[in-house]
């Protein structure tokens, strides 16, 4: 039986979804016990709507389902795909297994890896730092007579001479 929350978990999927614009991966105990999964994708076993909107949800987001094997093992009971593992990119998750339940739970625990790249934090990226700017002397050197400092240069060595003048005029922070 499911409680009042069966819309917010589709509507919370959907809304994580359309909000991350990197890798994603979403790992939880799903509880919709009237779900099997394969590589296929979902398998109802009995009809109910909130597997119904879950299982339209999912192919809405053509998001994947890493994890094909039952999690939950009741003594007397069907054992159920509960605990799901699911990715915006297909091989993000790899080496998934299942492992022994922790503590008194009746869920295997899961194992896998999640593949993704290591990008380092720049610190030291340089930042012009406007507010300390000189702009007096900036308006004083700007006023440089440009027609005779570029007399009989060509328009490499003009550029050069600007450029060392705009470079002079910066002050960046490390």
């Excluded at 790992?27 to 296929?40: A, I, K, R």
């Excluded at 069907?78 to 998934?96: G, K, P, Q, T």
């Excluded at 702009?135 to 004083?140: S, V």
Aim: charged fraction near 25%; charge should be negative.
């Amino acid at each position: 039986m499911h409680d009042g929350n069966d819309d917010k978990l589709t509507d919370l999927l959907l809304e994580v979804h359309s909000k991350i614009t990197g890798k994603l991966v979403i790992v939880g105990d799903f509880n919709l016990p009237h779900l099997c999964w394969d590589e296929n994708g979902p398998h109802l076993i009995e009809n109910d709507n909130l597997s119904n909107a879950f299982v339209e949800c999912y192919r809405n987001t053509y998001m994947y389902q890493h994890q094909h094997f039952p999690t939950r093992h009741v003594p007397n009971q069907r054992a159920n795909y509960l605990d799901l593992v699911f990715s915006n990119e297909e091989n993000v998750i790899c080496e998934i297994s299942n492992g022994c339940p922790i503590g008194n739970s009746d869920h295997d625990s899961l194992l896998f890896t999640i593949s993704c790249e290591y990008v380092p934090f720049v610190k030291d990226k340089k930042r012009f730092l406007y507010d300390k700017g000189n702009f007096e002397a900036i308006r004083k050197d700007i006023n440089k007579d440009w027609a005779t400092i570029f007399h009989g240069k060509s328009t490499e060595e003009s550029w050069l001479i600007l450029k060392e003048s705009l470079r002079g005029w910066q002050r960046v922070s490390a």
